[in-house]
């Protein structure tokens, strides 16, 4: 008998706590109430199971092929994460934002909801910036200074964001070669003239 890889034992014990939670969900919204009384639920499960169907996963996905196609990598990636995050955040706070005034008791919703949504996106926007800058400075960072090139000898600039510290060692590898070769060649010129 074959034994199950341990991360196979862990995606098991997982999906097992994951039924067992839901369980106890289903038996608290079950026990005590008329089916009609849980109708409200239904309609806000199937209303976000709409909404994201309809309006929100054709949002990021018409959003992912504009950006895609305008957008470096560093880029393209600091939107997902603010769509992702910022889109979680709006499927939880929206709700509150339109709740508000519609209740006739104002303790429902005492907060200004609005503004903490504003915050709290503003946030997230924020953290994913400050996240990109600093891995840009790091990838900076570890590129180390460039390298010196002598002036007669011509070399072919590539595009800064393209070296890697493979690409940089090569480069510096077949310039020491070139450099060896043609003081070579002025070598036996000079000695043969």
Known sequence: MRLLHPAMLIRIAMV???????SIGVRALLRGHPLAANAPVGRWLLGGV???DA????TVFVL???VTR??????????????LIGGSVLIVGLPDVLRKGHNT????????YTRNLVIVLLAVVGGVTLTSVA?????RRRRGPALEIAAD??????????????TVARSSLRLAHRRHRLARDRRRSGSAG
Request: glycine share 6%; charged share 10%.
């Open 16 to 22: 097992a706590f994951g039924v067992w939670v839901s």
């Open 50 to 52: 709409v909404a994201h």
């Open 55 to 58: 309006v929100i996963a054709p």
């Open 64 to 66: 992912g092929a504009v």
């Open 70 to 83: 305008l957008a470096g990598a560093r880029t393209r990636q600091a939107l997902a994460a603010i769509l």
């Open 105 to 112: 008791n104002p303790t429902v919703t005492p907060l200004d």
């Open 135 to 139: 891995a840009a400075v790091r990838q």
């Open 153 to 166: 000898v011509p070399v072919r600039t590539i595009a800064p964001h393209r070296h890697t510290a493979a």
